[in-house]
């Protein structure tokens, strides 16, 4: 849905879940935006309702209300990781992450990512491994930048969209965290995988991934994210050829997210 709303709108697209609906709305100046007018639809069983209104002169105040901060973790247990947009104030106690929201996917703020976050916290809090980490999917940079927060270094990460890879570079420069960010579509084929890789892509994406891997080119430690929580087990299924097993799971509303270990035997 919101790779057909952003091709209507390049501009600005926003995605908000709440209980029983999801509201997409799309931004433009006046006469970019298609002339929807109000409409009421039940496609798929599902109703849509369709409006149009007029965005108030204060609109960056209240855009800027909606990107709120975001803890991952709790610092009184280890680490944890602190998201926040650049207008916000600093934490200097915890791993801290800015992320302009003006940017390429990922503010951090969506389940899918956190879900990710949670499971390096998780690595952090054990002591590692730490070591070398490759961010699949990169969008803004968010996660590998919060790994390189956290302690894994050196770290490097892909995205096909131009944008993206731009994003997440100039992210990782205002957080002061090396990365070497590049351009890959992993249909085409997968980069050299660091010993810890994080994929929040979707499950389609993830068996694809799956397809790509060899035994020269296979993570020890792999966090997926971006499938459905109905998808575990045709993502478990797609790893395990190589004895990539599973050795956790996380769950945020409909999103799931895996943790696989590389298996001893391989
Ligand atoms: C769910 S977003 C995750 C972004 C970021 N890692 C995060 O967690 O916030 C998935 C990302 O994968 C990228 N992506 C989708 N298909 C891809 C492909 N074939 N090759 C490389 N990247 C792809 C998208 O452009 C998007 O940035």
Redesign the pocket.
């Known amino acids: 849905m919101l790779a057909e709303l952003t091709v209507l709108a390049p501009g600005g697209v926003e995605e908000v879940a709440s209980d029983g609906y999801v509201e997409y709305a799309i931004y433009g100046a006046e006469g970019e935006l298609p002339d929807l007018g109000e409409e009421e639809a039940v496609i798929a069983g599902g109703t849509v309702e369709v409006e149009a209104t007029e965005v108030a002169d204060d609109w960056a105040d209240r855009w800027r209300t909606f990107h709120k901060p975001l803890l991952v973790g709790d610092p009184e247990d280890g680490p944890a990781v602190w998201i926040r947009p650049p207008w916000e104030p600093e934490r200097a106690d915890m791993a801290e992450v800015v992320v302009d929201p003006g940017q390429?996917?990922?503010?951090?703020a969506?389940p899918?990512?956190r879900l990710?976050?949670e499971a390096l916290i998780g690595i952090a809090r054990e002591g590692g491994p730490f070591g070398e980490l490759t961010?699949?999917?990169?969008?803004?940079?968010?996660?590998?930048i919060a790994a390189g927060k956290l302690g894994w270094k050196p770290l490097d990460?892909?995205?096909?969209?131009v944008a993206?890879v731009a994003a997440a570079r100039e992210n990782a420069a205002v957080n002061g965290v090396e990365v070497d960010f590049e351009?890959?579509?992993?249909?085409?084929g997968l980069p050299v995988l660091a010993p810890t890789t994080?994929?929040?892509?979707?499950a389609p994406?993830l068996e694809?991934v799956a397809a790509g891997m060899s035994r020269e080119n296979l993570p020890e430690t792999l966090i997926c994210?971006?499938l459905l929580a109905t998808e575990y087990d045709r993502v478990i299924d797609a790893f395990a050829s190589h004895g990539l097993v599973e050795t956790g799971r996380g769950v945020i509303g409909d999103w799931g997210s895996l943790t696989f270990a590389r298996s001893s035997d391989q």
């Open positions: 390429a996917f990922g503010t951090g969506h899918t990512t990710c976050i961010d699949l999917g990169c969008g803004s940079g968010v996660l590998a990460g892909c995205d096909h969209e993206a351009r890959i579509d992993l249909k085409a994080v994929a929040n892509l979707t994406l694809i994210s971006g």
